[in-house]
């Protein structure tokens, strides 16, 4: 280094630092401190503190919205998860143009905003819309599903949403392996499949369990699509959130509730990362 | 189990990486396959390996035709230039995989893996993961690998590349004297000439896909069939001839249109359309006096190099530059500028045509 | 197997886009199945309504000043980060991914308390802040990888030959870095652009982007003046992913 000078790093993060600090911190804080106050019809009782938002969180009510979530997003997790192997590795044996070409298709849609997926889902999914008359003309069916304003669209429209999470980092891995192993694995008496379940599945589980991780966080916190696609009918977390913050007003339960899904969101990524090295160190032990 | 190649091809799109070859392999040997990188020898492996489809050709393994049999079914093994150990598993379980492939009993896998462990010296690391081993121990472990499968055939791409000197030549010995004891027929892929020689019972000069030579290490070295294997091999000087001509039952022509020598007889196919002369700088005789050889001039001495036991003595004989190499004590009291008396014997030369 | 798989998820995947830029061209006031009959009358109709065509000024200023807010901030970090490798860099690092684990709710939900905390509630300059937030995880990633490609040699060399740092740093890095740049700012430009749920939660009727414009239309009717909008959307977008390609974020995104 050639100006060693102490603090000169730090001129370079400041800045970013600061806005991080202001932008991302400080509300966080405010959300928190928010959460402690009771709610009156004034507004926030800033004087007193009190837990009585987090008690109300037990709710059976709020314990049906959460059930209810988590249901959508282990079934969603679950579809992706067993989806995301057969993909990967189609598109890791491609062409590297063509490699590229695929991935393109999978990651433009998370660039995409969800309302505009929502629309589509819903053109699809509803009454007379795509699927239903594809499967009445094929007399696949007699009258048409009911698709849209249930919990079965919201997971049909979810799991492409936030497939490339898992995608992404398990093609990253296939690709990233010496196509050596696969053939010493082969060369040894393995077929094929067995190269895959001996072989290349326990080398990618960590990065697969990572990407399932933040697939399954991303569903628990999905809005726009549960929103539109599942009505008022079947709520989740999110439109839960909605409701108290910005009908009902009550910031500090609003608050709590936000305080509990980051809890929730962080047990689940350290038990998931805790669950991947486990996998890991537990294979190498074996006699 | 021999093995017999018959006009193996592989293209990859446009590019011909193997070209119509076709060599036997005896039961138990040692061969081979040696050439610079791009020669298309690792590629040939992996066509016998069953990696990749051969494009046309035939594969077989003592007499029965694998060429279009899955790479699991062909009952060789491989060891690979960066060994390729499955990094998630431990030594034992790395060892015992082809075993388990084969669904051999618990026991019998125990045995089996001690065994192997045992011929490669690596008992006491059974619970190491790859990682934790250095690069000499991972070669062993890749070798036991192979061997415990009990395999027909046995093929090792560059296994010693990625070794430090030392150990390699160390490790040179042990595979030799491994596969002497159990017997087993081997290809080996390497650009290190002091390798094959070393290992091999026979070898396969490759280039551009085609097989140039295919002998034993002397004949390889002595008898060269063109002007790249003698250059591959080791060094060489080389002489335009021209002026070809018998006198009384030897034949002699004018070498880089100054020299006039005497040429080796020519054996069949050899020589006939001779272009040039090669000579090795070993067989240079460069000495102050007087010297014996057929063919004898009067240099001059550019340089003197001394390698240690070798010197390399770099000689003009006229505007004919040529490179010999002798024992240090011979080159003692040679220097630059000195006139010196430089020859060969005729025998010693080796003919090649133009290309 | 692995082929019809593969196709399932592509149609899947594809589909809702792919049918809302098909629907959009319905020449009736309702979406006909099968669609034959191409009409442009839903794309007049969109781009004459006032309320998308501001949406669409508002999220392309948003777009615009948070992209280059971001990539200047952040360019300046992962420069510190990189070339300096300070004590407790891993832990910078962490905290610029954090907002990744804080899902958008949450951060939605903060933003709307503490913006109206400071009398900043639907103002573009809390947004704007916002959404710098919401893209500096993915700036950082991109930006630091950029970074990385540039040996430090090259700087070395530079201010041997006289440079001071800061002169250097427009001089040699910058240049070297410019594809890098502008694709970390296009790629916040998409994120920003196509920001929907912390948008929700911190905006009113007043300062709407077109995402949310979108949203607020949907929950009232579906009809295919929403579609052609949103086709629009589609086009836009796509286009400047296809850009992005060309200059080769999808590596800097993939490479770890």
């Not at chain 3, 970090?77 to 300070?86: D, I, K, S, T």
Request: net charge positive.
């Amino acid at each position: 280094m050639l100006d060693r000078r102490a603090g000169v790093p730090w001129l370079f993060v400041a800045p970013l630092v600061l806005v991080m600090v202001v932008g991302f911190v400080w509300p966080l804080l405010q959300v928190l401190v928010n959460s402690l106050h009771p709610n009156t019809p004034q507004g926030i009782d800033a004087a007193h503190w009190t837990l009585g938002n987090y008690a109300r969180l037990a709710d059976p009510f709020y314990g049906e919205v959460l059930v209810r979530t988590l249901r959508i997003s282990v079934i969603v997790t679950a579809i992706t998860g067993v989806l995301a192997y057969p993909v990967a590795l189609f598109v890791s044996r491609l062409p590297p143009r063509a490699q590229s070409l695929f991935l393109l298709a999978y990651i433009s849609p998370w660039l995409i905003n969800t309302v505009v997926k929502a629309l589509g889902w819903t053109l699809l999914l509803r009454t007379n819309g795509v699927v239903n008359t594809l499967l009445r003309g094929l007399d696949v069916i007699a009258s048409p599903l009911k698709l849209l304003i249930s919990e079965t669209g919201v997971i049909i429209a979810l799991v492409p949403g936030h497939f490339m999470f898992v995608l992404l980092p398990l093609w990253v891995a296939l690709s990233g392996l010496d196509p050596a192993l696969s053939w010493a694995a082969g060369t040894l008496g393995a077929r094929p499949s067995a190269v895959f379940w001996r072989v290349l599945l326990p080398m990618t589980l960590p990065p697969f369990v990572a990407g399932l991780v933040i697939n399954f966080i991303m569903n628990m916190t999905a809005f726009a699509i549960p929103m539109l696609l599942g009505g008022a009918r079947n709520m989740v977390a999110s439109m839960l959130a909605y409701q108290v913050n910005l009908v009902s007003l009550d910031w500090p339960l609003g608050g709590a509730l936000a305080v509990a899904l980051v809890a929730f969101t962080l047990t689940v990524v350290w038990a998931g990362q805790r669950g991947a090295v486990l996998l890991v160190s537990g294979r190498g032990a074996r006699a | 189990m021999s093995l017999e190649l018959v006009d193996v091809a592989k293209t990859f799109g446009t590019v011909h990486a193997v070209d119509g070859v076709s060599l036997s392999v005896a039961s138990g040997e040692f061969f081979t396959l040696l050439g610079p990188s791009g020669c298309g020898k690792t590629t040939l492996l992996r066509l016998i390996a069953g990696i990749h489809p051969v494009t046309a050709g035939r594969v077989m393994l003592n007499g029965r035709d694998i060429t279009h049999s899955p790479m699991h079914t062909r009952n060789l093994a491989m060891v690979f230039q960066n060994y390729a150990l499955f990094p998630h598993l431990n030594v034992f379980d790395n060892v015992a995989f082809g075993l388990r492939s084969r669904r051999v009993a618990r026991d019998e896998i125990r045995t089996r893996v001690r065994e192997a462990l045992a011929l490669v010296k690596l008992e006491a690391l059974a619970e190491r993961l790859p990682a934790q081993l250095s690069g000499g121990q991972q070669q062993r472990v890749a070798v036991a690998r192979a061997l415990v499968v009990r395999p027909d055939l046995l093929l090792f791409d560059e296994p010693l590349s990625n070794l430090d000197a030392r150990l390699r030549d160390e490790m040179r010995f042990e595979i030799r004297d491994l596969q002497r004891r159990i017997g087993i027929t081997t290809v080996l892929v390497t650009h290190d000439i002091e390798e094959a020689f070393t290992m091999s019972d026979r070898m396969a000069v490759m280039q551009g896909g085609k097989i140039m030579q295919i002998g034993r290490a002397s004949e390889i070295y002595r008898s060269p069939a063109n002007r790249f294997v003698a250059n591959f091999v080791g060094p060489i000087n080389e002489l335009a001839l021209s002026d070809i001509e018998t006198v009384g039952g030897r034949r002699r022509a004018r070498a880089a249109a100054q020299l006039v020598v005497w040429l080796p007889n020519a054996e069949e196919g050899f020589g006939r359309n001779a272009q040039s002369l090669l000579l090795r700088p070993e067989s240079l005789r460069v000495s102050a006096g007087k010297i014996e050889t057929e063919n004898r001039y009067a240099g001059e001495i550019e340089d003197v190099i001394y390698l240690g036991a070798t010197s390399e003595c770099r000689v003009k004989i006229g505007e004919v530059r040529l490179s010999a190499v002798m024992p240090s004590a011979a080159a003692a009291g040679l220097g630059p500028g000195e006139r010196v008396s430089v020859g060969w014997n005729a025998q010693d030369g080796v003919l090649v045509d133009a290309g | 197997m692995i082929l019809v798989v593969n196709i399932l998820m592509l149609i899947v995947v594809l589909a809702p886009v792919v049918i809302v830029m098909w629907m959009s061209f319905t020449p009736t006031a309702t979406f006909v199945l099968p669609l034959t009959d191409f009409s442009l009358r839903w794309y007049r109709e969109a781009l004459s309504y006032p309320g998308f065509v501001d949406a669409f000024w508002l999220s392309f200023e948003l777009a615009i000043l948070a992209a280059v807010l971001t990539v200047t901030l952040s360019f300046l970090a992962a420069y510190g980060l990189v070339r300096y490798r300070p004590a407790g860099g891993g832990a910078l690092k962490a905290f610029f991914t954090a907002p990744l684990l804080v899902s958008a709710v949450v951060f939605g939900i903060a933003m709307l308390q503490f913006v109206n905390r400071i009398g900043l509630y639907n103002q573009l300059s809390g947004l704007v802040l916002a959404h710098i937030v919401l893209v500096v995880p993915f700036a950082m990633r991109s930006l630091e990888v950029t970074l990385r490609a540039v040996p430090e040699e090259l700087e070395w060399a530079a201010m041997i030959l006289g440079r001071n740092r800061m002169g250097m740093l427009l001089r040699v890095t910058l240049p070297l870095c410019a594809r890098g740049l502008v694709t970390a700012f296009l790629f916040c430009f998409l994120l920003s652009f196509s920001e929907v749920t912390t948008t929700i939660f911190m905006t009113g009727p007043g300062l709407q982007t077109l995402p949310v414009r979108i949203y607020n239309y949907m929950s009232d009717r579906i009809d295919p003046t929403v579609a052609a909008v949103s086709a629009l959307v589609v086009l836009v977008s796509l286009a400047l992913v296809a850009v992005l390609n060309l200059l080769g974020g999808l590596r800097r995104l993939t490479t770890q």
